[in-house]
């Protein structure tokens, strides 16, 4: 049973577009979402991250938009680079705890 | 700083071989884990650890081990090796308790088992 659902598998953008990759999560008890970055061959590395008690996010070129009442939280990439290139997971979890539950990843590429 | 350091970085098993996948930590975190990461799986949780002495199991915790002696290391053990454990693990820390820290990963060990 998938606790975080995340959606696309894979996305394709031109330089200088949107990339937009949503979560979904089922767990109420969830109270932390962040949002982790892998290049290839390396290990996860945090982007950023949201508690619920806002409903946006932002840092530089990233947004974080959360949604509580329809438990779905979204990353948004704006001016979309080539090094932006790389695979996306967001995850959750529960107040007090360090345990992260992962999305499937979002592999993004985006073309010069 | 260090970081986290997993070892080795590449392994080829026979089905049926035991071994052991090292990681360690000098940021003095008390919370460690352990991931693999499958193609259109994601990363998902084998085993963690609170603190030296404590662990527990996560989503995917069959057929593999761990123990926590030192609050720097948290060795991951297979069993008896099989293919479906053919896999890139990843080891985290982080300090643990407020439920909003960083996690830091290492750079992954990847395993084929034949």
């Known amino acids: 049973q998938q606790q975080v659902k995340q959606s696309p598998q894979s996305l394709i953008v031109q330089k200088g577009g949107i990339s937009i990759i949503n979560c979904a999560y089922e767990n109420t008890a969830f109270d932390y979402f962040p949002w982790y970055q892998q290049f290839p061959g390396k290990g996860p590395a945090l982007l950023i991250a949201i508690r619920p008690d806002v409903s946006e996010k932002k840092e530089g070129r990233f947004t974080i938009s959360f949604n509580k009442s329809a438990k779905q939280f979204s990353l948004h990439i704006m001016d979309s680079q080539p090094g932006d290139s790389a695979t996306y997971f967001c995850a959750a979890s529960t107040l007090n705890t360090d345990k992260l539950i992962f999305g499937t990843g979002t592999r993004l590429q985006v073309f010069p | 700083n260090a970081g986290v350091t997993q070892t080795p970085k590449f392994q080829v098993l026979k089905t049926g071989q035991s071994m052991t996948l090292q990681c360690a930590q000098d940021m003095n975190h008390e919370y460690m884990s352990w991931y693999r990461q499958d193609p259109g799986m994601g990363l998902r949780l084998i085993h963690y650890s609170v603190g030296a002495g404590i662990t527990d199991q996560g989503e995917v915790p069959n057929g593999y081990n761990v123990s926590r002696s030192t609050t720097e290391d948290f060795p991951l053990r297979l069993l008896s090796a099989a293919p479906s454990q053919t896999s890139v693990y990843f080891c985290?820390?982080?300090?643990?308790?407020?439920?909003?820290?960083?996690?830091?990963f290492g750079a992954g060990t990847r395993l084929s088992v034949l």
């Open positions: 985290a820390s982080s300090y643990g308790g407020s439920g909003k820290n960083i996690q830091y």
